[in-house]
T-cell receptor, first 110, second 112 residues
């Protein structure tokens, strides 16, 4: 069983602050990594993908990957109340199978 | 309007009954997936299919069955052997080149 670990939270940040979400995974051969956002009662929606070590930026979101430490993170700059959701980390093995963490709940307070 | 549709949005199952959840996609994606999500937990893989007429068990396949007779459709049957079926069921698909999975809106299954 592949392990994908996330702190369940809730993580509370004030509006305008930086939210930092973390994820660790157990298998060194993992190839691809994704962050999804899930609002309560809704299905997950893709935020970002990252495949190589380093940072990848998309608007207010930055994904960071460190394969040596088996660690992937998501930074949300200028957090907004609309960012309040559960964030799921997903790790892909063998191109076909996705393993998801249990998610971190983020609360952005106005 | 491209995307993934799931029906029904809510489904009620009586004890001992088999029920089928529908998943359709018009994205021309080869791979399709079924996940189960329980409250406060991540997604767990039930079944997946990479091509028509072929599918593989995921981590929690017991009590479930699937078919893949058409590229666009991947229905999931929750059988009476699944003793704890209450959950949020999510269907996803993925294209041949990109790895990103896209999700349907989900079906919430409740037991009467």
């Amino acid at each position: 069983q592949k392990e994908v670990e996330q702190n369940s939270g809730p993580l509370s940040v004030p509006e305008g602050a930086i939210a930092s979400l973390n994820c660790t995974y157990s298998d060194r051969v993992s190839q691809s990594f994704f962050w999804y956002r899930q609002y309560s009662g809704k299905s997950p929606e893709l935020i970002m993908s990252i495949y190589s070590n380093g940072d990848k930026e998309d608007g207010r979101f930055t994904a960071q990957l460190n394969k040596a430490s088996q660690y992937v993170s998501l930074l949300i700059r200028d957090s907004q109340p609309s960012d309040s959701a559960t964030y799921l980390c997903a790790v892909v093995y063998n191109f076909n199978k996705f393993y998801f963490g249990s998610g971190t709940k983020l609360n952005v307070k106005p | 309007d491209g995307g993934i549709t799931q029906s029904p949005k809510y489904l009620f199952r009586k004890e001992g009954q088999n029920v089928t959840l529908s998943c359709e996609q018009n994205l021309n994606h080869d791979a399709m997936y079924w996940y189960r999500q329980d409250p406060g937990q991540g997604l767990r893989l039930i079944y997946y299919s990479q091509i028509v007429n072929d599918f593989q068990k995921g981590d929690i396949a017991e009590g479930y069955s699937v078919s893949r007779e058409k590229k666009e459709s991947f229905p999931l049957t929750v059988t009476s052997a699944q003793k704890n079926p209450t959950a949020f069921y999510l269907c996803a698909s993925r294209g041949q080149v990109e790895e990103t999975q896209y999700f349907g809106p989900g079906t919430r299954l409740l037991v009467l």
